[in-house]
């Protein structure tokens, strides 16, 4: 079967971009190098082509009402034109998808979704929506946009260059949905998934006028940066992704991420377990780690505490911005302590590592 592609591949390949298979996508997973764009993206800007996520729209009078029931979050706190995260629970507690809210109207929001995820969602929100509600339209809209993203702290200078409006206009989780960027119409949003601050562009123009005229604007302070780059800094900034730190069989709260499960509000699916994992303790937790010994943790290895498993990594690698080599475990709850000693099991050694909170990137203000 044919891998898809963006209509940004031709820029891709013009700019030197290493093509690899992404979830049935052809994308670049490096330019220059890994470790050289996530360092462009700390300190100046990098332009990411995420074309490939899934936009799923939801129109109707029910439709505030509909969502609320999907989500973990309380999506009646945001206002028009306002970002929401949030996730998509099962019955059991365990993850459909975490994903991004765009909210136009209390009758009009859009949801962005992980790109692998995009038809499982929206058979998800379709099953859903048979459970008592009706009126509403329900699309998967994700062919209509490319996405383009554009991160770190010289991303606002270099994107008002192109841009009709005054992006200061533009808080952290809101969007503009009337917006020209090289005269081309575009919603642009202020979000960013590398722990820097930054843009997401959605247009059903021409991505690759934009994607050039962005560069040209940014000269030396902007590049072009690949999925390699784009995991590193997330992981970097300890964002969540699905697959590893949640999933069908890890919770929110698992996960570390109740701030996003509004327990409060309410009936939405998957309230009662969660409920009930908070009050039990649910028996795991998502603990961060540095590692002792020299060993980069990867995804799925084992955690060992005294000779007996407690435990797996949902990801590590090494920090670039950091120069540490650092790691997300889940482990069984009772040997989350600070400071505490564990040993990662790489390539059949033990290599020590310890548990400390704190220790991963944040952006100064």
């Known amino acids: 079967m044919s891998l898809k592609r963006t209509k940004l591949y ?24 890994i470790i050289k764009e996530h360092n462009m993206v700390r300190q100046k800007a990098g332009l990411f082509d995420v074309s490939h996520m899934g936009e799923i729209e939801i129109k109707g009078d029910q439709a505030e009402d509909f969502i609320q029931y999907l989500m973990t979050n309380d999506v009646k706190t945001i206002k028009d034109n306002q970002v929401q995260y949030s996730l998509m629970c099962y019955p059991h507690g365990g993850v459909v ?5 765009y909210r136009f109207s209390r009758e009009h929001y ?18 859903n929506y048979q459970e008592g509600f009706s009126g509403l339209i329900i699309e998967n809209v994700s062919e209509q946009y490319s996405q383009l993203a554009l991160q770190g702290p010289a991303a606002e200078d270099i994107l008002q260059k192109i841009c009709s409006i005054d992006l200061k206009d533009i808080k952290y989780f809101w969007f503009n949905p009337r917006v020209k960027l090289a005269g081309i119409d575009c919603l642009v ?13 959605y247009t059903s123009g021409d991505a690759s006028v934009i994607w050039e005229e962005i560069l040209k604007a940014g000269g030396e302070d902007v590049a072009p940066i690949g999925l390699g780059a784009r995991d590193t800094l ?11 730190e949640i999933n069908e069989d890890i919770s929110p709260l698992e996960a570390g991420l109740g701030y996003f499960v509004k327990l409060d509000k309410a009936n939405f699916i998957g309230r009662e ?3 009930a994992q908070q009050q039990t303790g649910g028996g795991r937790v998502t603990v961060q780690f540095e590692m002792v010994g020299k060993g980069i943790p990867r995804s799925h290895y084992q955690v060992e505490k005294d000779g007996v498993n407690i435990g797996w990594v949902t990801t590590g690698a090494f ?10 475990a889940l482990i069984k709850s009772e040997f989350n302590v600070n400071e505490g000693a564990m040993d990662i099991i790489i390539r059949d050694k033990k290599i020590p590592a310890r548990i400390r909170p704190g220790i991963f990137y944040k952006r100064s203000k």
């Not at 949003?189 to 562009?201: I, L």
């Not at 920090?319 to 997300?328: M, R, S, T, Y």
């Open 97 to 101: 998808d975490d994903l991004v809210i």
């Open 10 to 33: 031709d820029m891709h390949v013009e700019y030197g971009g290493k093509m690899v298979d992404f979830g049935g996508w052809e994308l670049p997973v490096q330019y220059a190098g």
């Open 189 to 201: 949003s202020r979000t960013g998934y590398t722990g820097e601050d930054g843009f997401e562009v």
């Open 273 to 275: 377990a969660l409920k």
């Open 319 to 328: 920090a670039p911005a950091l120069n540490k080599n650092l790691g997300l």
């Open 110 to 127: 859009l949801l962005v979704v992980n790109a692998a995820n995009t038809d499982k969602d929206f058979d998800w929100i379709q099953l």
């Open 234 to 244: 997330r992981f970097e900034a300890k964002l969540p992704l699905y697959g590893q």
